[in-house]
């Protein structure tokens, strides 16, 4: 069957070796949906020494029988302008690329590896033409949600992504937070600094603070916290230093309260 959907966010999973993109989004009919293509190998380039045989380059990286090349490409690439023969070595596990590369350096008839460190999902995007933020079209089956992933649907990729013309923003359920600690001195540290105030505000304009009693108990403050996003359910999460400060202490906070 087709799908249609807006792309929210991608990451990716790498079990047994095996990577699974995962295209979160929302569907054109509303509902939020999973999509995991697994069918996208991870790539990077050796860049032979002028005068050197790839053949006997590839070679020499067989020697090293690593599990996780599965195939090798001859190509033509330029670097800052000059023409270069390179490799494209296929990599099943893209978490391997990065030692595979560093490995390879050393072999003869190798310059230099490059693009071991672009992210695999970050390629996936950058091959596949797919955009953050846009309407893509895929083939795809549905599967069970074994995983319990907060989604209305769990799909499974049979082919790429296609980028569709469609402009306009599906009805997202947008989030922002801010949080409050208490420290008597320094920097207020989650093992020992509760959280003494969480402020919420949400895309449809509706504000909420959960603030801790005097005497700075904020389990309650997170315990309704949790309740009150879990029950939002937001398609986005927003906040200034969210990502870098926010998350990690309330994770900590909730596990030193049990």
Known sequence: MKITFWLLDVNYEVRNNVP?????GIGDSGKRVLIIDRNFVDYFYVVVEEGADPAKVIEEIRKEQNPFIVKFEVVERKFFGKPVKAIKVYCKDPDAVPKC????RKLEGVKDCLEDDIRYSMRYLIDNNVVPCGWHEIEATEEKNIKDIQVDNVYNAKSHPKLLEKTETPQLKILGFSTLCYSKEGSPKPDRNPVIMI????????EKQFLANENKDDKPVLDAFISYVRNFD????????????????????????G
Not at 199 to 206: A, F, L, Q, Y
Not at 237 to 257: A, P
């Open 234 to 257: 937001p398609d986005i999460i927003v906040g200034y230093g969210v990502n870098g400060q926010d998350w990690q202490y309330l994770n900590e906070r909730c596990k030193k309260l």
């Open 199 to 206: 402020s919420t505000i949400t895309n449809s304009g509706e």
């Open 101 to 104: 590369a560093k490995t390879f």
């Open 20 to 24: 699974e993109v995962w295209l979160w």
